[in-house]
T-cell receptor, first 111, second 112 residues
Framework: DAGVIQSPRHEVTEMGQEVTLRCKPI?????LFWYRQTMMRGLELLIY????????DSGMPEDRFSAKMPNASFSTLKIQPSEPRDSAVYFC?????????FGPGTRLTVL | GNSVTQMEGPVTLSEEAFLTINCTYT??????LFWYVQYPGEGLQLLLK?????DKGSNKGFEATYRKETTSFHLEKGSVQVSDSAVYFC???????????FGAGTQVVVTP
């Protein structure tokens, strides 16, 4: 198994642009989690899905952030418009039971 | 609500030294407890876990025992290597969806 796949691995964009991060969970996993990691705030849970349904999006920082999971093998996290304070590493993780498997992350830089 | 508190880093050790990272938690019910490790430039990966009181999780020479009476899950390794340099996260789960509550992470630096 290839593990959790995230793309792109690195993204540099300018303030105001739309950014879309992508995640392919491990096949057979039914839960998917989006996290953000920064030095200042550490690891934050943004949103999570179970069987493609959003369960809790209380961690999404503001309306500029949105996430979708149209099917069991794909999820997106979109930021529109992006701001410099959104610069962080964004991780996707999937699970079938209690153990979460993390992807390699997308390092986002907003100039 | 749930919370996890772990010792602040960085923790700097010499190779072959003994490592302890303290972790305490607050939770309702009977959570499962985890230690995750993050190597530089990578995502987190599960190091070990324990699902009930007095269980001991172990992996790669690391151990942690679920202590309900002290609400703790301290991580230990008897002899660290340079390759153990990483950030270690303590976490708990008592959510049917598998949601994890992470601690702030402890950076460990092992020098030759």
């Amino acid at each position: 198994d290839a593990g959790v796949i995230q793309s792109p691995r690195h993204e540099v964009t300018e303030m105001g642009q739309e950014v879309t991060l992508r995640c392919k969970p491990i096949s057979g996993h039914n839960s998917l989690f989006w996290y953000r990691q920064t030095m200042m705030r550490g690891l934050e849970l943004l949103i999570y899905f179970n069987n493609n349904v959003p369960i809790d999006d209380s961690g999404m920082p503001e309306d500029r952030f949105s996430a979708k999971m149209p099917n069991a093998s794909f999820s997106t996290l979109k930021i529109q418009p992006s701001e410099p304070r959104d610069s962080a590493v964004y991780f996707c993780a999937s699970s079938f039971d209690e153990e979460q498997f993390f992807g390699p992350g997308t390092r986002l830089t907003v100039l | 609500g749930n919370s996890v508190t772990q010792m602040e880093g960085p923790v700097t050790l010499s190779e072959e030294a003994f490592l302890t990272i303290n972790c305490t938690y607050t939770a309702t019910g009977y959570p499962s407890l985890f230690w995750y490790v993050q190597y530089p430039g990578e995502g987190l990966q599960l190091l070990l876990k324990a699902t009930k009181a007095d269980d001991k999780g172990s992996n790669k020479g690391f151990e942690a025992t679920y202590r309900k009476e002290t609400t703790s899950f301290h991580l230990e390794k008897g002899s660290v290597q340079v390759s153990d340099s990483a950030v270690y996260f303590c976490a708990l789960s008592n959510d049917s969806w598998g949601k994890l509550q992470f601690g702030a992470g402890t950076q460990v630096v092992v020098t030759p």
